[in-house]
């Protein structure tokens, strides 16, 4: 099993871009999957993106498709969330998590982080 830590959150404006980093801790790192989920107020948790292992896979969901790109350095064991169009409705706590096959499925990541908030202002 892994740990991860995410940041990069903040305030932003509509229309802004945010990058989000997750540094993924333990042993062999770099042969877990990784994905980003968020949680609004008020909402339940739902799926962003994930990648696998070597970056050679990836799933959006169709709400960030086209403006959200995931993406990995293993050399840092570190997963990306680039955030560009920024809407209101992006408002959430992000988290990442680690599991050890490349689905969008919640229930199946074994490592989740604390989340990172990201704000939205209209």
């Known amino acids: 099993q892994v740990q991860v830590v995410e940041s990069g959150g903040g305030l932003v404006r509509t229309g802004d871009s945010l990058r989000l980093s997750c540094v993924v801790f333990?042993?062999?790192?770099?042969?877990?999957?990784m994905a980003w989920f968020r949680q609004g107020s008020g909402n339940e948790r739902e799926f962003v993106a994930a990648?696998?292992?070597?970056?050679?896979?990836?799933y959006y969901a169709d709400s960030v498709k086209g403006r959200f790109t995931i993406s990995r350095d293993n050399a840092k064991n570190t997963v990306y969330l680039q955030m560009n169009s920024l809407k209101p409705e992006d408002t959430a706590v992000y988290y990442c998590a680690a599991a050890e096959v490349l689905v969008t499925t919640a229930s199946a990541y074994t490592s989740w982080g604390q989340g990172t908030q990201v704000t939205v202002s209209s």
């Open positions: 333990g042993r062999t790192p770099d042969t877990y999957a």
């Open positions: 990648i696998n292992w070597n970056g050679g896979s990836t």
